[in-house]
RNA sequence: GGCCCCAUAGCUCAGUUGGAUAGAGCAACAGACUUCUAAUCUGUAGGUCCGAGGUUCGAAUCCUCGUGGGGUCGCCA
């Protein structure tokens, strides 16, 4: 197994400061920041200096003179106050890149321990059309899913529907008040009830809005929906009848979105499918003493003495009996523990929520609710604005629509492919399926590459464009390898051994080398904007490669065949990349 | 009011956990095409890292106090 190469040369750097009585760690190695001087920098003497109370260049001239010795350096030189900079042999950078690539994930998934992780993201809502805030929520989660499937985890991605609060009440009586013929409102009606759903999606997205004003202008309605929703948790014949009805009609609406952004759930559950688990949870947190009734609901404190700030209790059950979404996502906690026994649950929602899965959070812990080892995370996000700052709405103040955001990308980028006189060399079919992935593209590499818990701006002009750090810049990077890589077999020309000639050559090498760190530090951190930033280097240094570098053309044939190869590991490692993103790469355009 | 997040080039953003001269991309300017796709590449210019203290040999990064923006603070999700 293949060892990162920052790794690999931090061992051996570790190790002469180990030989010379100092903690190995401050051998870390980094990538050097001014390349001019070297491709690595050590600069652990200064550090290790400091603790021991000793002269950090000496440290620094100790270290040099031991790692000349080794042979893996073609240059070593001591700047500054103790900064160690260094510039690989090149027999060294070879063997590794060719070590990577023989790997089919690069020589990562052999530094790892596989986990099991859960990751719940997506959270579309019954009669919601998915928007906008679930932009962000869809494609983090799904490109950190990928991620740990890369890694050789056990990725559950779980969508959890929100189907089980008092928006159900409030859309069970909207329809009772606009239909009130139909069967479903008789308690005495225990069924059969009809297969066909008596509301369509858009009928449904109309009536929320509607139930949800009238909720707030007339008491009582809303008072009508609580009992609702109570009796719907409580198993209520027709309200479940017609309820089933709303959510099929809702999965089949998500899934459309879902399937145009490429996210993958092994499991479609809900806030409803805890049902059955709460009335025993709720008997479990009272008998044990960690639940206690306040105000007429039923609440755990999960307040302590070191905390800075107020942590208000987790209702578990309201003064009217019915079950909040705090309630559902620990009884939702439990029942994953029974069911998967994760070693790490990570929650891909809006960073706003952060409260809410700190009182879950503690709640689970003080219930034990799961493992004491297993890792329960928020992976919280920011917001997505419109060009004024703030979040982004549609003219007339709305909500946006994540259909009408996605189309707007794959229309921009028909303009776009369209600009570059596309049509003329493919014909309709391609051509579309190259502006869908570009516009998809567009998007999400553009929402990945910010950090994520700052907002952004959502500027589709500026994300479609083929120039910068954008989605479709890495896919020309791609599709300009294919090509190449199409000619070249029609030329008979095959790939061999990588020499190295040009330091354009090296430097994409150097790239490549890179991926280790880039994927494992976005995992850890959950932060797929890493993983944009390493795509970005590699596609720039190939760029740059292309330019300076004939491969078909290439006269001296062991070279020819040594960048072709390079060629094939760098589309396969972009590609790779792409993928973790999400991104799908066409075969030409 | 308490707490959380954010503030870096004209604009949009990175910044590898405390290291050298703070980096990219757009936009601007100057170059490179009888192309393995110029949808590319090379270069120039652009900074009070919100402010003030502090810790340190060394701070955009850590601590304190402010300023500005966003969010949140028990029966919505």
Redesign the pocket.
């Known amino acids: 197994m293949t060892a990162s190469l920052l790794s690999q040369l931090s061992a051996r750097v570790g190790q002469v400061f180990a030989d010379c009585e100092l903690d190995p760690k401050f051998g870390?190695v980094?990538?050097?920041?001014?390349r001019?001087?070297?491709q690595f920098?050590c600069?652990g003497a200064?550090?290790a200096?400091?603790s021991a109370k000793r002269n950090?260049r000496e440290i620094a001239e100790l270290v040099v003179a031991a790692l000349e010795k080794t042979g893996l350096f073609q240059e070593l030189s001591l700047?500054?106050?103790?900064?160690?900079?260094m510039k690989l042999a090149d027999d060294f950078l070879l063997d590794h890149v060719n070590a990577i690539s023989k790997d089919e994930t690069f020589g990562i998934r052999g530094e790892c321990t596989p986990e099991k992780v859960i990751l719940d993201f997506g959270?579309p809502?019954v009669a919601k059309a998915m928007h906008v805030g679930h932009l962000r929520a869809t494609i983090i989660g799904e490109s950190l899913r990928r991620l740990h499937e890369f890694l050789g985890n056990e990725a559950i991605s779980d969508v959890h529907f929100?189907d089980?609060?008092?928006?159900m009440g409030l859309l069970i009586k909207e329809i009772e008040l606009q239909q009130p013929e139909l069967p479903y409102f008789d308690t005495a009606n225990e069924g059969p009830f009809p297969s066909e759903s008596p509301v369509t999606v858009d009928e449904l997205q109309e009536l929320y809005p509607a139930a949800s004003a009238r909720s707030k202008e007339d008491p009582e309605f809303l008072e009508a929906a609580?009992q609702a929703?109570f009796e719907l948790q409580n198993g209520r014949a027709g309200y479940r009848a017609l309820w089933q009805h709303m959510l099929n009609v809702s999965i089949a609406e998500t899934k459309i979105d879902f399937d145009l952004l490429g996210a993958h759930f092994t499991e479609w559950k809900g806030?409803a499918d805890t049902n059955d688990h709460i009335p025993g949870m709720l008997k479990r947190f009272a008998d044990e003493g960690l639940s206690e009734l306040?105000?007429?609901?039923v609440?755990v404190r999960v307040a302590e003495d070191a905390d800075?700030?107020?942590i208000?209790?987790l209702?578990l059950?309201?003064?009217?009996g019915?079950?909040?979404?705090?309630t559902t996502d620990l009884a939702t906690i439990e029942q994953r523990q029974i069911a998967h026994d994760p070693d790490k649950i990570l929650y891909v929602v809006d960073?706003?929520?952060?409260?809410?899965f700190e009182q879950v959070f503690r709640a689970a812990r003080k219930g034990s609710s799961l493992d004491a080892d297993a890792v329960l995370e928020h992976v919280g996000f920011?917001?997505v604005?419109g060009k004024d700052?703030?979040?982004l709405k549609t003219r007339d103040g709305g909500v946006v629509r994540l259909r009408a955001l996605i189309e707007d990308a794959i229309g921009e980028a028909r303009k776009?492919?369209e600009e570059?006189?596309?049509a003329d060399?493919f014909d309709a079919g391609e051509l579309s399926d190259i502006a869908t992935k570009?516009g998809i593209a567009a998007i999400k590499f553009a929402d990945l590459?910010?950090?994520r818990?700052?907002?952004?701006?959502f500027?589709l002009e500026?994300f479609t464009?083929?120039?910068?750090?954008?989605g479709?810049?890495q896919m020309?990077a791609a599709?300009?390898i294919?090509?190449?890589l199409r000619?070249a077999a029609d030329q008979n020309i095959t790939s061999g051994d990588l020499v190295i000639t040009e330091e354009a050559e090296r430097n994409l090498m150097l790239a490549l080398s890179q991926l280790s760190?880039a994927v494992l530090?976005a995992a850890?951190?959950s932060?797929p904007?890493?993983l944009c930033?390493h795509v970005?280097a590699l596609?720039?240094e190939f760029?740059?490669f292309?330019?300076?570098?004939?491969?078909?053309?290439e006269t001296d044939e062991k070279v020819r065949a040594s960048r072709l190869r390079l060629?094939e590991i760098t589309l396969r490692q972009i590609e790779a990349v792409l993928h973790l993103l999400g991104i799908a790469v066409p075969e030409?355009?």
Not at 351 to 356: N, T, Y
């Open positions: 870390k980094v990538l050097s920041q001014r001019e001087l070297g920098q600069n200064l550090a200096a400091k950090p700047a500054g106050p103790g900064f160690i900079n959270g809502n929100g089980w609060g008092l928006p609580r929703t806030e306040s105000d007429g609901a609440v800075k700030k107020e208000p209790p209702i059950q309201k003064s009217d019915a079950v909040m979404y705090g960073a706003r929520q952060s409260l809410h920011g917001t604005n700052g703030k979040p776009v492919v570059a006189g596309m060399r570009v590459s910010n950090q818990m700052s907002n952004y701006v500027d500026r464009k083929f120039e910068g750090k954008t479709p810049y020309y599709v300009r294919k090509s190449m000619k760190e530090s850890e951190k932060a904007n890493i930033d970005y596609t720039q760029n740059a292309y330019h300076d570098c004939q491969v078909l053309g060629c030409r355009m």
